[in-house]
Every structure is written in structure tokens, then in C-alpha cells.
């Protein structure tokens, strides 16, 4: 069954532009729980101490990437729907996604309604696998 408040999990290296999007997103989900890594090293540690519905990841970061961020959270076996975001696409960026399942792929500076209408989606997505289970 799902869980009444969702977590959304923001990952980003940039602290200004992460907190700028927990205030925007906000506005359109304020019954969600946002919660922010500035890298994938710390949104592990986040996943593994509480439930996250959805994650929304950049690419490019220190350490650990967006892609083996999104590869870690595959290999422990969990279905949670990730957004990643990049200012650096390419065709090979989008099929290495697309292999790791993500739900889909935002080119910064990102669109506000955009990233709304993608987490909505992950959410719903989400919220099915969670009714299956």
C-alpha cells in the first residue's frame, strides 16, 4: 500500500540550485517531503535509512555520478522511478539511461512545469508498483 506523505529525493553538487527547486516544488507539492544529497554517496546513506518514493538525480557530480548512482539504487533491487538531469546531453548519455531505467532524462537549466509533470509521473509509477506488490 502506498505511503501517505512521499519522499522525493533531490541529488545535485549545486546547494543554490537544489534549494531553489525544493522552493519551486513546494508550491506544486506541499504535502511531499523533499529531501536533498549533494552527491550519490549521500542519497545511498538517505535510501538506505528511509523510504524514498522517487528520486531526481543530476549526472555530472563529484564521487559518485547520476549513473552509478542510478545503477547502485538498480543493484539493491529497488523499483523506485529516478529523473535524471543533465546540462551535458548526448545520444550515448540517453541510451545509458534509458538502459538503466530511468523514467526520463531533463536537460538543465530545467523547466519548472517540466520536472512537475515528470515526478508526477514517477509518483503515479510509483504508486502502481507499490498497489502490485
Same mark, same amino acid.
Given at each position: 500500500m502506498p505511503r501517505l506523505v512521499k519522499t522525493v529525493l533531490l541529488v545535485d553538487d549545486e546547494? $543554490?540550485?537544489?534549494? #531553489?527547486l525544493k522552493a519551486g516544488l513546494r508550491v506544486f507539492f506541499p504535502?511531499?517531503?523533499f529531501e536533498a544529497a549533494l552527491n550519490g554517496s549521500e542519497a545511498l546513506k538517505i535510501m538506505q535509512s528511509r523510504p524514498v518514493d522517487l528520486v531526481v538525480t543530476d549526472i555530472r557530480m563529484p564521487g559518485m555520478d547520476g549513473y552509478e548512482l542510478v545503477s547502485m539504487i538498480r543493484? #539493491? #533491487?529497488?523499483? /523506485?522511478? /529516478?529523473? $535524471?538531469m543533465s546540462a551535458f546531453e548526448s545520444p550515448k548519455m540517453k541510451d545509458t539511461l534509458s538502459d538503466l531505467g530511468v523514467l526520463c532524462f531533463l536537460e538543465k537549466p530545467l523547466?519548472?512545469?517540466?520536472l512537475v509533470g515528470a515526478i508526477q509521473e514517477g509518483l503515479r509509477q510509483n504508486d502502481q508498483w507499490a498497489n502490485m506488490a
Open positions: 546547494k $543554490a540550485l537544489m534549494d #531553489s504535502d511531499i517531503h543493484y #539493491s #533491487s529497488t523499483d /523506485v522511478p /529516478v529523473i $535524471a523547466s519548472l512545469q517540466e
